[in-house]
């Protein structure tokens, strides 16, 4: 992971914690990474990983503790608060609830105006004008501009919350769990519009989700996370396919698939134990306390960040090993040791 | 996993709430209440569920598949819901009984858990006081028994200090936690039904897939059947004997789970399966169903699908009811047709 002026974000050993002393939290822990522009970059973990924070420090919505951010060439927490103001116009967040994102006295219209009024842009025709192109790009249809919030389906603001995003032509969309609240018929319309917006556009996305098919339908790369540190990265297929921490192992094997044939079931790897607690990380690797694959050193040393084949990025001690069992017998192999 | 077919005790196919069924549903009419007047809600409901066997329920947000839970489990105020047709509980319609004769079912024959478990437990009581008060409520036994009853509940759904656990409030229990309790509750009195409403839904995939493993578990030793509701086929195809999909308040498909997801002959059911993504499916191309579910005071008057289909024809929007072929049941104008073209299959 080299740092290159041209990665639409680049993110070197970054911390981002909340509180202090006894009920300090660190939501993101030395996380580094970098998203080419273009990329989908999706990020997966359980609740309270750290993926929204890791999000929204990356496009500068919140100062990290330490480590480096930057977006091109540019740092956005060195630009002074005028320059930060209009630099974010490009990076964008889309959160979950689309309800938050909008105002119940507003019109559907008004709304996506809005952010281009506080940002001075354009006169109210041209706004006007610049809001219902974005409507039409999102296909909701134009008679629902005139509505209140909550006259519109889920999907539908969620369509409203995404032209809203765009009317400020931005290069690079946090895209925060979505289509988590949506059922899978609309789920699927809204991840064939992030689809194709990312193509007319040329979009960059980091793509949230804890929805494993979700992230790794969209995604070029995924990162997983674990209370706060990457537990691996590399290419979405790869990773879902032959994962090299058992982490991502577990979430795979966790995570149902449909299958018509119940006799060729998957043997499951179920992970015994709660999700720790945030206040209290475990030692060593965070994963140990309920990792299937734990031995002795896995409680004191933790594991370092390696680049097993190009880039796949592991944080295990027994990576290697993960490894050797798809050298030897490919994929192949594999399907028939846990079928 | 789910109960070998040897192990099942024979039973008939037929739709008649025939010998064998635990539970039969027939022709169900729901009518609810707001502030517009009443509204069909279920129309013309029908299914069984066999002693033992997992059904699955699956379906779009608002298709009614909780009110058919609730209407079963005679959870809907009388003042805002009106329920007609018949719902068989072994030689008893539910729907004919007092409430007294209704509460001894409910929790001892018929126990149900719910998304969030916060909304079923009660905030200002231990949970094992809560467990103990089911106890009591079905079984003639001293108050001993009971917490008894309720420590080895507690402990078979995994909680590794039931005692101490039995002391503490649910808001102290994590997601998952709680869950586990609703499970312990559930299942204290052997009932011969557990239905459970997205029980994993509000969960992390690791406590998911720890929560479903032990529901079958238990319901196995145990003997219980489930009706498992839920808007995630995956789960249905890897934990259930049998499935329904259900739409605009209707059953619209059933059948083994084998047999519906290799072979879909509803044009609905196939559009969800084609709306899940995969890590391999190309991208851009999942096959979203286009347009919505039509509002309950505007459904089309023949097939319900009709105005999202891509098969319609001029005769679906002539009625279609439930049609049944061997050990499956389809309501759909054109399915011999499309099957016959593959139209429908995966
Ligand atoms: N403003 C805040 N103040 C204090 N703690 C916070 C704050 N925001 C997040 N945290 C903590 O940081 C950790 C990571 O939270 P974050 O919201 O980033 O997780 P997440 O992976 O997005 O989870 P989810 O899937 O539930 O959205 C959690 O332990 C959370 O409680
Ligand atoms: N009090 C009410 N008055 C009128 N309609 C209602 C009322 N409560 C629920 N409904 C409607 O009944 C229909 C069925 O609701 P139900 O809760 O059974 O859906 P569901 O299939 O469980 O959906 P979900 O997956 O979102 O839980 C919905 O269209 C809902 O809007
Ligand atoms: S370092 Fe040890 S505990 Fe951590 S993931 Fe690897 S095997 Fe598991
Ligand atoms: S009856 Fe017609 S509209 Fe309805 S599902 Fe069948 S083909 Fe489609
Ligand atoms: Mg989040
Ligand atoms: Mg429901």
Redesign the pocket.
């Known amino acids: 992971m080299t740092t290159q002026a041209s990665n639409a974000v680049d993110v070197q050993n970054m911390t981002v914690t909340f509180g202090r002393s006894r009920t300090l939290v660190r939501a993101v822990d030395g996380v580094s990474f970098t998203v080419a522009p273009g990329e989908i970059f999706g990020i997966i973990g359980e609740s309270g990983s750290g993926k929204s924070t890791l999000g929204r420090a990356a496009v500068g919505m919140i100062t990290p503790s330490g480590g480096e951010v930057r977006h091109g060439d540019v740092d956005p927490f060195a630009l002074n608060r005028k320059a930060l103001n209009v630099h974010r116009r490009k990076y964008q967040i889309i959160a979950q609830d689309p309800n938050a994102a909008f105002n119940p006295r507003m019109t559907i219209l008004e709304s996506v105006m809005e952010p281009m009024y506080i940002a001075g842009i354009g006169n109210r025709a041209e706004r006007r004008a610049r809001a219902l192109e974005m409507l039409d790009t999102v296909a909701l249809s134009p008679e629902l501009s005139n509505r209140y919030p909550h006259e519109l389906s889920g999907g539908q603001k969620q369509r409203a919350n995404i032209a809203r995003a765009l009317v400020l032509d931005p290069e690079v969309l946090v895209c925060d769990e979505v289509v988590a609240a949506l059922d899978v018929s609309i789920q699927a319309d809204m991840l064939n519009l992030f689809w194709k917006l990312q193509q007319d556009f040329n979009l960059t996305y980091l793509f949230i989700s804890h929805d494993l098919n979700v992230v790794s339908h969209i995604s070029d790369r995924v990162a997983v996370m674990y209370f706060g540190k990457i537990m691996e990265i590399g290419p979405a297929e790869a990773v879902m396919n032959r994962p090299l ?3 991502s192992e577990a979430l795979r094997s966790a995570e149902p698939e449909i299958i018509a044939d119940q006799a060729k079931a998957r043997e499951r790897i179920i992970l015994q134990g709660e999700i720790p607690s945030a206040l209290n990380p475990p030692s060593g ?1 965070r ?2 306390t309920r ?1 299937p ?3 002795d050193r ?1 409680s004191t040393d933790e ?1 370092v960040q390696r680049e097993l084949v190009p880039g796949r990025f592991v944080a ?3 990576a290697e090993e993960m490894l050797a069992r798809f050298a030897e017998g490919g994929a192949a192999m594999r399907r028939e040791t846990v079928s | 996993m789910s109960v070998t077919e040897a192990q099942r005790p024979e039973v008939a196919t037929g739709m008649s709430a025939g010998a064998g069924a635990l539970l039969s549903v027939d022709g169900l009419k729901l009518d609810l209440r707001d502030e517009s007047g009443w509204v069909r809600v279920l129309d013309d409901v029908s299914f069984q569920i066999r002693p033992r066997e997992t059904l699955g329920v699956v379906g779009e947000s608002g298709c009614g598949k909780s009110m058919t839970a609730l209407s079963i489990m005679q959870l809907l105020p009388p003042r805002y819901a009106r329920t007609e047709g018949r719902i068989q509980f072994g030689d008893r319609d539910l729907l004919t009984l007092s409430r007294r004769q209704m509460s001894r079912i409910r929790g001892r024959n018929i126990s149900m858990i719910f998304q969030e478990p916060m909304s079923a437990l009660d905030p200002v009581f231990t949970v094992g006081a809560q467990i103990v008060e089911t106890v009591l409520c079905h079984f003639k036994v001293s108050r001993r028994e009971a917490e008894e009853r309720a420590i080895d509940a507690l402990d078979s759904v995994g909680i590794a200090a039931p005692r101490e656990i039995a002391q503490l409030y649910p808001m102290s229990l994590s997601g998952g936690m709680r869950q586990r309790v609703m499970i312990a509750m559930a299942l204290v009195c052997e009932p011969e039904l557990l239905i459970a409403d997205e029980p994993t839904t509000a969960l992390d995939v690791t406590i998911q897939a720890q929560i479903m493993d032990l529901l079958l578990k238990l319901s196995q030793q145990k003997g219980t059947a489930i009706m498992f509701i839920t808007h995630n086929l995956a789960l249905v195809s890897q934990n259930c004997d049998r499935m329904i999909t259900m739409y605009g308040g209707q059953v619209i498909e059933g059948g083994p789970v084998a047999d519906v997801l290799a072979t879909p002959r509803h044009p609905y059911t196939t559009g969800l399966l084609h709306s899940v993504p995969e890590a391999g499916r190309a991208r851009g191309t999942l096959n979203a169903i286009p347009g919505r579910v039509p509002s309950l005071r505007a459904m089309p008057p023949g097939c319900r699908f009709e105005p999202r289909c891509p098969h319609a024809a001029p005769v679906c929007r002539q009625p279609v009811g439930i049609e049944q072929t061997g050990d499956r049941q389809i309501r759909c104008h054109r399915w011999q047709e499309l099957t016959q073209q593959q139209a429908v299959s995966q």
Do not use: K, M, T
């Open positions: 921490h058992p982490y690797c994963f140990h990792c694959r734990a031995a896995c594991p295990c001690h027994f």
